[in-house]
């Protein structure tokens, strides 16, 4: 048995530490750290609930309780160094930190200068209530700012500390000094990231606790080499005054290194709380009935780091897209890019169910039972991957299964999604680097930043020619001729047939798409390589964007075209023409009615609404006719079954859609594919953007094509619609640059050595 403290350490000891049931022969000890503006009393409780062997220590700050009359400190630093040289005597037997809120912070300090030291550490380190130290630099806090009735609110806001005591005017001027020191601590505090902790380290946190999103406890991997538990529990900020049994208990088994692996859990089983958004993450947690949930510990999470970026971004990620060597997707959201690269996860949707794969894992299968799109909601909320964006495509025939059609010939894959191993977000001058692998990230750095430097050097002045102005035009000329009869006959509404116009010269994709982005102004564009399908497009308008923080739900529907050639006069008739021409109006306005018939089928009545009616947006080398809906989701729905109601897009496929469909599906001699369907990108809090791809040029299967549709009701006239086919593909064959296979451009030789290096 260890001797007991004298002398001047235990003098010094004493000033930091209180001891509300002394046991100087204990054989271990728990010191706790408590939270801003706390008092030692905060763990007088926990003296008294451990065994007799163990002994816990509850540390006092300068400037409180019986420390009054010395100043207080305001700066983790100087806290944590004075908080380290107090606590070195008391590391003569097995000793655990334990810290709550901005105490986790203080122990974690605490605990990385005992380790530099070289002398007696601490045997296991339990953090409580915080976010991790990289989201604390992702997400400073605001609070060495506020004034008195800011801290106040914020006090009442987590919930610890009785109102009776912030409305009592004596009261409130004990309890503001502390919480004003404290505060400077956490608002002043960026903590490093290197070294890493080699103490074991557990997390705990409550299940609604809003400051501390469950998804971001793994990430305290980043700062720790042994990361022993993540375990949440119910309640809000301050769930351990409830929880107290179960927290001693993780601080015990933390001190005899206990519990240190939790068993996974079966991605088909885990909790949609393991996804970044807090919502639903809270949900979950009050569904669980107040048992306690171990969040999925070690799952993959991406390392991150903020660079400047001075280039442009559309040429930076298509020069990177240029040399990688791995599947990618580039997405662009009017100026904001997302570019993805590598597959860690693959979310493959069939018409007999969903198929999850990550990593190393075995796939895990999700039937389709319950509809296709269930079946893909399923399989994404078992990604376990924190803090995940998934990129993909979906493709026309996934209307199908949607609309009670028979499924495509063979087992064909209806739309490819890619959880990345490397991405970068470009937006505002500046380059958010994401890598699964901590070793890419130096590696990606070097990539971005040499491909920013080219300035956008990728285009050529060279085209190669497609046959736009006749290819099938006699065919095509006849298939509307025929939709038109089947319409007057009463089958349907409305139809969009398409023409297929091949490109019989290799074409350079990513150069193919710089140029194509500067020649038009899209809603949205992309580039991709994945799932066997390439394609670079400029998408006119959008099939849904559904928010998964709020469920907001946005269609813009685009219907009625002319051509935009340049010449203002030329053009500003072309315009009044559309208002005037009641073939266009009318298509316009039933594809509008049809959009808001599928809004209200999964949001709230009340809110669906038509923002924007008939305005002009010109898109390349046409100008649309487009409108804006919008609607809240009901309670119930899901994203996935508003994208589920707008699929396909009105504008690529009919009225009513199920006979569009099947009119589609007889009238044109191949799959549609990628066309006029979508390229998307889906976040983990539940938010889905999906673009229409229209304007597009496409290759598979060793075949490269474009293809653009007319919209077609009872007053077309094939001549007519067979000429805004042709005005669509020339927002697109305008720009098909030739590939240089003997001659690449310098950006290739510059960074394909290190695409290839991450790639394997």
């Known amino acids: 048995m260890a001797e007991p403290l004298a002398g001047p350490a235990a003098a010094e000891a004493d000033a930091w530490f209180r001891r509300y049931a002394p046991r100087p022969d204990a054989s271990a000890r728990i010191v706790c750290f408590g939270p801003a503006g706390g008092a030692p009393a905060f763990y007088r409780d926990w003296a008294r609930a451990v065994s007799d062997d163990v002994e816990v220590l509850s540390v006092v700050l300068p400037g409180r309780e019986r420390r009054a009359a010395e100043p207080a400190l305001t700066d983790m630093e100087t806290l944590a160094d004075a908080a380290t040289a107090a606590l070195l005597p008391v590391l003569d ?15 974690f300090e605490v605990t990385r200068r005992l380790e530099a030291t070289g002398g007696p550490r601490p045997a296991a380190l339990v953090v409580s209530g915080r976010p991790s130290p990289r989201r604390l630099l992702e997400r400073p806090s605001p609070v060495a700012e506020y004034d008195d009735e800011q801290i106040v609110a914020y006090l009442r806001g987590l919930g610890g500390t009785p109102d009776e005591l912030l409305d009592d005017p004596e009261a409130r001027e004990l309890i503001l000094p502390p919480c004003r020191a404290d505060f400077q601590v956490i608002g002043r505090y960026a903590p490093e990231l290197h070294p890493r902790v080699t103490t074991p380290l557990r997390v705990l946190l409550g299940d609604r606790d809003e400051s501390v999103p469950d998804w971001d406890a793994s990430r305290w991997s980043e700062v720790a080499t042994r990361l022993s538990g993540i375990h949440v529990l119910p309640g809000g900020h301050f769930y ?58 070690f799952a993959p999470a991406y390392h991150e780091r903020r660079i400047a970026l001075t280039g442009d971004a559309l040429s930076t990620a298509a020069a990177l897209s240029e040399t990688s060597a791995d599947a990618y997707v580039l997405y662009e959201n009017r100026g904001a890019v997302g570019w993805a690269e590598g597959e860690y996860g693959t979310v493959v949707v069939r018409a007999g169910g969903t198929t999850l794969r ?118 095509y000329r006849a298939s509307v001729a025929a939709a038109v009869e089947e319409i007057r006959a009463g089958k349907l509404t409305k139809v969009i ?139 119930g729905r899901t994203a996935w079954e508003a994208v589920g109601a707008l699929f396909p897009a009105v504008t690529a496929s009919g009225i009513p859609k199920a006979e569009g469909c099947e009119l589609i599906r007889r009238a044109e001699r191949r799959p ?68 240089a296979e003997t001659e690449r451009r310098p950006l290739a030789s510059a960074l394909d050595e290190q695409s290839a290096a991450l790639a394997r």
């Open 93 to 107: 037997r097995p000793t655990v930190l334990f810290g709550h809120s901005m105490g986790a912070s203080v122990a």
């Open 240 to 297: 351990l005054v409830a929880e107290r049994t179960a927290v001693i208990d993780h601080v015990l088994r933390s001190l005899h290194g206990t519990g240190d692996a939790p068993a996974a859990v079966p991605p088909a089983e885990l909790p949609r709380s393991t996804a970044p958004h807090e919502g639903s993450a809270r949900q979950a947690g009050r569904a669980d009935s107040g048992k306690e949930r171990e969040a999925v510990t």
């Open 358 to 475: 990550l990593g190393e894992a075995d796939p895990v299968e999700f039937p389709a039972d319950r509809g296709v799109l269930h079946a893909l909601d399923q399989a994404l909320a078992a990604v376990r991957v924190e803090g995940w964006r998934a990129y993909g495509w979906a493709a026309f025939e996934l209307s199908y299964p949607l609309h009670g059609l028979p499924a495509a010939a063979g087992d064909t894959p209806l739309a490819h999604l890619a959880v990345p191993r490397r991405e970068v977000r470009i937006e505002d001058g500046g380059a958010l680097l994401r890598v699964l692998d901590p070793e890419d990230l130096d590696a990606l750095e070097q990539r971005v930043r040499s491909a920013a430097a080219l300035g956008g050097a990728v285009g050529s002045t060279e085209r190669v020619t497609a046959d736009v102005e006749q290819h099938d035009a006699d065919v």
């Open 497 to 635: 047939l398409s023409r297929v116009v091949p490109v019989t010269s290799p074409i350079d994709m990513p150069a193919t798409y710089l140029e194509g982005r500067r020649g038009n102004d899209p809603a949205r564009s992309f580039l991709l390589r994945l799932g066997g399908w390439e394609t670079a497009g400029f998408s006119p308008e959008i099939v849904a964007r559904v928010t998964g923080e709020d469920g907001h739900v946005v269609a813009q529907p685009l219907a009625g075209t002319r051509a935009l050639v340049g010449d203002t006069e030329a053009d500003r008739g072309r315009r009044a023409e559309l208002y005037r021409d009641e073939k266009e109006v009318f298509e316009h306005a039933v594809s509008v009615r049809l959009v808001a018939e599928e809004l209200e089928q999964v949001c709230t009545r009340e809110s669906v609404a038509v923002d924007d009616f008939m305005s002009i947006k010109e898109r390349g080398s046409v100008q649309h006719l487009a409108s804006r809906l919008s609607g809240s989701l009901a309670p």
């Open 672 to 739: 549609r594919g990628l066309y006029s369907g979508a390229v998307l990108t889906v976040d983990a809090d539940g938010t889905v953007d999906a673009a229409l791809v229209l304007r597009s040029v496409y290759r598979h299967e060793g075949r490269t094509w474009m293809r653009a549709g007319a919209g077609i009701v009872a007053h077309s006239t094939p001549e007519r619609e067979l000429e805004e086919t042709r005005e669509k593909l020339r927002s697109v064959s305008r720009f098909l640059v030739p590939a």
